[in-house]
T-cell receptor, first 109, second 115 residues
Framework: RKEVEQDPGPFNVPEGATVAFNCTYSNSASQSFFWYRQDCRKEPKLLMSVYSSGNEDGRFTAQLNRASQYISLLIRDSKLSDSATYLCVVKGNFNKFYFGSGTKLNVKP | NAGVTQTPKFQVLKTGQSMTLQCAQDMNHNSMYWYRQDPGMGLRLIYYSASEGTTDKGEVPNGYNVSRLNKREFSLRLESAAPSQTSVYFC??????????????FGPGTRLTVL
């Protein structure tokens, strides 16, 4: 079983839509969680860390459910510029990071 | 600050040739990593170095070697390149401490083609 699993998508949504991504992780002892964004042929960049109480950054909201071992990302009022692949990342022991395979988002005019 | 830098950006090799991918970070991070990413796939960890002086295998280490030259630099060597090693290689670094703040920072990647 993979450490981190995500729906690969693609999610095709119109501008202005709200879209949600989920991912699940297998190691219940994991302590740190992140969402990264990756544009085509570019390096991944941190979108936001995920705090235990949930956190919001503008149009983006991240939630953590430790009991069910899943993390979510909600994007409100989607923009064309949000089109990218979103990577769910979980930090495990020995400072190792585990990446989901990514969820592709296409925002259409 | 340059962050994480990688050289070269592009490389074409013939089967059996060797090469070293260079990575350096100027953020004084303890941990450094090498990943490969193939089309339609996620990042797969090749090797990592939790702190200076240590290296460990990741998910796909076969055909690669690494050297943690000092705290700043972490190189990846392909001794005898194979077409299966055609990929985009990313180097990353992070601080060695717990908490939601110590994310990974990535270099721009090296696009390697093995003919």
């Amino acid at each position: 079983r993979k450490e981190v699993e995500q729906d690969p998508g693609p999610f095709n949504v119109p501008e202005g839509a709200t879209v949600a991504f989920n991912c699940t992780y297998s190691n219940s002892a994991s302590q740190s969680f992140f969402w990264y964004r990756q544009d085509c042929r570019k390096e991944p960049k941190l979108l936001m860390s995920v705090y235990s109480s949930g956190n919001e950054d503008g149009r983006f909201t991240a939630q953590l459910n430790r009991a069910s071992q899943y993390i979510s990302l909600l994007i409100r009022d989607s923009k064309l510029s949000d089109s990218a692949t979103y990577l769910c990342v979980v930090k495990g022991n020995f400072n190792k990071f585990y990446f989901g395979s990514g969820t592709k988002l296409n925002v259409k005019p | 600050n340059a962050g994480v830098t990688q050289t070269p950006k592009f490389q074409v090799l013939k089967t059996g040739q060797s090469m070293t991918l260079q990575c350096a970070q100027d953020m004084n991070h303890n941990s450094m990593y090498w990943y490969r990413q193939d089309p339609g796939m996620g990042l797969r960890l090749i090797y990592y170095s939790a702190s200076e002086g240590t290296t460990d295998k990741g998910e796909v280490p076969n055909g690669y070697n690494v050297s943690r030259l000092n705290k700043r630099e972490f190189s990846l060597r392909l001794e005898s390149a194979a077409p299966s090693q055609t990929s985009v290689y990313f180097c990353a670094s992070s601080e060695l401490r717990a908490g939601p703040y110590n994310e990974q920072f990535f270099g721009p990647g090296t696009r390697l083609t093995v003919l």
